[in-house]
T-cell receptor, first 112, second 114 residues
Framework: EAQVTQNPRYLITVTGKKLTVTCSQN?????MSWYRQDPGLGLRQIYY???????DKGDVPEGYKVSRKEKRNFPLILESPSPNQTSLYFC???????????FGSGTRLTVV | AQSVTQLDSQVPVFEEAPVELRCNYS??????LFWYVQYPNQGLQLLLK??????LVKGINGFEAEFNKSQTSFHLRKPSVHISDTAEYFC????????????FGEGTQLTVNP
């Protein structure tokens, strides 16, 4: 089944404790993105990647890091999480934006 | 820079009534336009898209949208809604020259009541 898999689905952590949210796709897509969803703000792009080793900042990159060492994986790293990063995170992949993105099921992160 | 505004944050309707969810965009270049739907506790899925050609595009589940360049709008419509259409709907825009950047609106919560 074609899908984008994110882990974990739910995560509660403390301020300053480094964490990684994994994302993997099995469709051989070139493009991958991370979004955060907050009430009243819709989805905002954090980082995106056009292919292996090619990444760029989205609209809200502060406090996040990404890497794309393999085509199928695009992990999101929070080196020192803060409470304002409490949010619902989505990973998505595509052959190109015009083709439409396939989204993962989301990761709900709470930073206390 | 491109941006998207969804004019209604919540739209309550009765079952079998028609519905229109409004979306306006701004961009200095040609754009691709999309509607995505998010059912409770799920990720987003593509409902329909406008790339070029006919300004009326049809999507899944009986939805359609009309691209209006002069009014910079891309409103989503359905002639008769079902309870199962209850979800949050997002309008999104991407510049033609950009393969990765997708800008979303704030979302519209559609609630269909019996």
């Amino acid at each position: 089944e074609a899908q984008v898999t994110q882990n974990p689905r739910y995560l509660i952590t403390v301020t300053g404790k480094k964490l990684t949210v994994t994302c993997s796709q099995n469709m051989n897509h070139e493009y991958m993105s991370w979004y955060r969803q907050d009430p009243g703000l819709g989805l905002r792009q954090i980082y995106y990647s056009m292919n292996v080793e090619v990444t760029d900042k989205g609209d809200v990159p502060e406090g996040y890091k990404v890497s794309r060492k393999e085509k199928r994986n695009f992990p999101l790293i929070l080196e020192s999480p803060s409470p304002n990063q409490t949010s619902l995170y989505f990973c998505a992949s595509s052959y190109g934006t015009y083709r439409g993105y396939t989204f993962g099921s989301g990761t709900r992160l709470t930073v206390v | 820079a491109q941006s998207v505004t969804q004019l209604d944050s919540q739209v309550p309707v009765f079952e079998e009534a028609p519905v229109e969810l409004r979306c306006n965009y701004s961009s200095s270049v040609s754009v691709y336009l999309f509607w995505y739907v998010q059912y409770p506790n799920q990720g987003l899925q593509l409902l329909l898209k406008y790339l070029s050609g006919s300004t009326l595009v049809k999507g899944i589940n009986g939805f359609e949208a009309e691209f209006n360049k002069s009014q910079t709008s891309f409103h989503l419509r359905k002639p008769s809604v079902h309870i199962s259409d209850t979800a949050e709907y997002f309008c999104a825009v991407s510049k033609e020259t950009s393969g990765s950047r997708l800008t979303f609106g704030e979302g519209t919560q559609l609630t269909v009541n019996p």
